[in-house]
């Protein structure tokens, strides 16, 4: 249903002869022939949200070139066109759903008598600036509404679930550094960059304003919440879901293997299969049983692997508990791994589903299932003849062993939706890198001193070890070189640590492992469907967890004599 609008009176910018910013156009004609052919240009090329910066920066540039515009007014293009781009999806988030941000530099600062909290301005409705009549309208809608800068305070209001759209003001340079948040979370969000950026009694284009405020429409498809998805994912793993999905287990073999499949873990691969059907049937709540067969069928997959290289890497522990092996002996867990491979891939042939979707379901496991084998193979073979790996060598044992199991659950999740094979293309590349990225960031959680015995202490292929042996000198090198040829006698492990967990080895691995989101996220740019690209942008965030730092440094200055900054209280 269409939410009224009120006819109000447009407020006045307070201080409109100010000078523009020289990134602006400085003429509002300008400014209306950019959104013009702006819109011309979305409806021609039909850019699909969320646009990573790189994405972006193109489409801007390629505007700019065709209007004549000059390249300093690209970054003001790309955040026009970025809200042209998600301006529909907006218009489908109920007003409750959304948050107003407005900065504090809308205030007249000299006369404004209202106060702050950790939260933002508390405005006190003296009608000497516009912060009054447009919180009042938006809350009026059913906004939430806040008066301050900082990423930190948003992404956290974001990250309650309870937020699904932003409309944000604020001056070009903040836009900017905001953007890797706002894309980071997939969140539909439009724009409205201030007329010029020295953080006092600054302006806007009202009018934009004031019209995006009241978008809405009929379409009440709401985003996926993922965090409840996956709790619901959880809920499939419990001993009497199981019997339920699968049918009692007839046998201790059976029973085995169902309390192994209930053991905790974090069910990223069925997680991933559930979100590819809901995000290629829009967001479609309902969840057929034969879905839920499947992510138990990927979880399947896993967790036998989990049980074979256990046992070929003669681990004590899994989840700190002891490994499958070391509870029933290895003939059991070998037969009860094979028993979970086969029970994937009969949930997947007693799927109900057309015969082709179907075969296509089993070639997917089948052919992750031969990669993830030849790449713990590589593995394995290389300990029988041990020696330093380089980097590259041990980002293809990742590519195979790692990346595998992601592709087959979100292929599978695909397939049972009937996806064409452009999308089932699209998943190939952004799995492989979303597996590698994962692997190093292990390898990096390995190096942590509270961590157990990982790769690391165990004198396995590792990326840090692979970095320190390329990097190393003299004495360093030939420790790292002994390591890699597993002389037991001759590492000491506290030296190895020392040099493999430098903070230039780390360093050196994070790059690469924010080069493979990075990889993860521009594969997503071929994506035509926007609930997919959208959920799987949100999945990246969800794993790797982005970091969120407030950036308003005037905020931080001007306050900081005062009390502490609302970005600082909440980051």
């Not at 011309?40 to 801007?60: D, G, I, K």
Request: with cysteine.
């Amino acid at each position: 249903m269409h939410l009224p609008v009120l006819n109000l009176p447009r407020p006045v910018p307070v201080m409109a002869d100010r000078a523009p910013q020289d990134t602006i156009p400085q003429t509002r004609g300008e400014r209306e022939q950019i959104r013009k052919e702006i819109e011309a240009y979305v409806l021609r090329v039909q850019p699909v949200p969320p646009l990573a910066s790189a994405e972006l920066r193109t489409h801007a540039e390629a505007l700019a070139d065709a209007g004549g515009w000059a390249r300093k007014y690209v970054d003001y293009i790309g955040v026009v066109m970025n809200s042209r781009v998600w301006r529909d999806a907006l218009a489908a988030v109920p007003f409750e759903r959304r948050l107003l941000l407005m900065p504090k530099c809308l205030r007249i600062e000299d006369r404004c008598p209202a106060p702050f909290d950790d939260f933002g301005l508390l405005c006190k409705q003296c009608g000497l600036c516009s912060i009054q009549d447009l919180q009042n309208e938006a809350e009026r809608l059913g906004y939430a509404c806040l008066v301050a800068e900082g990423s930190a305070l948003v992404m956290a209001l974001i990250q309650t679930g309870k937020i699904d759209a932003i409309v944000g003001v604020s001056c070009l340079s903040v836009l900017e550094k905001a953007f890797p948040y706002m894309e980071s979370a997939a969140i539909p969000g439009v724009a409205i960059p201030l007329l010029q950026d020295d953080c006092k009694d600054t302006t806007l284009d009202l009018d934009w304003l004031w019209d995006v405020v009241h978008l809405t429409s009929d379409d009440k498809t709401y985003r996926v919440d993922l965090d409840a998805l996956r709790h619901e994912v959880e809920t499939w793993f419990t001993p009497a879901s199981l019997d339920q999905l699968l049918g009692k287990a007839a046998t201790e073999t059976e029973q085995i293997g169902r309390d192994w499949l209930a053991k905790s873990g974090k069910r990223w691969r069925p997680f991933l299969a559930v979100c590819a059907y809901r995000a290629l049937r829009d967001g479609d709540a309902s969840i057929p049983d034969d879905l839920k067969r499947l992510a138990i069928a990927v979880e399947c997959f896993h967790k036998a692997s989990l049980v074979h290289d256990d046992i070929e890497d003669d681990d004590d522990l899994r989840y700190d508990e002891p490994s499958l092996h070391k509870l029933h002996g290895v003939a059991v867990a070998l037969n009860v791994g094979d028993l979970l491979l086969g029970d994937g891939y009969r949930l997947i042939a007693e799927c109900d589903v057309p015969n082709d979707v179907k075969n296509r379901m089993l070639q997917i496991a089948a052919a992750g299932h031969r990669t993830l084998c030849l790449g713990q193979g590589a593995e394995l073979c290389w300990t029988r003849a041990p020696r330093p790996l380089g980097s590259l060598q041990v980002l293809d044992i990742f590519r195979q062993k790692t990346a595998p199991a992601f592709e087959v659950a979100l292929q599978i999740g695909a397939a049972y939706a009937q996806a064409d094979q452009d999308v089932a293309d699209v998943l190939t590349r952004y799995s492989e890198a979303i597996g590698i990225a994962y692997q190093i960031r292990d390898d990096l959680d390995d190096l942590a001193e509270e961590s157990g015995i990982g790769d690391l202490e165990a004198l396995r292929p590792s990326l840090p070890m692979a970095l320190a042996h390329e990097k190393s000198k003299d004495q360093d090198k030939a420790l790292v070189a002994a390591a890699w040829r597993r002389q037991v006698a001759d590492v000491d492990r506290d030296a190895l640590r020392r040099i493999v967990a430098s903070p230039e080895m780390q360093e050196k691995c994070r790059g690469l492992l924010e080069s493979y989101k990075e990889e993860a996220i521009r594969s997503l740019a071929e994506l035509d469907n926007a609930s997919l690209k959208g959920l799987l942008r949100r999945v990246v965030s969800k794993i790797f967890h982005i970091e969120v730092k407030g950036w308003c440094s005037e905020f931080e200055t001007r306050n900081a004599a005062g009390r502490p900054a609302g970005a600082e209280a909440v980051g």
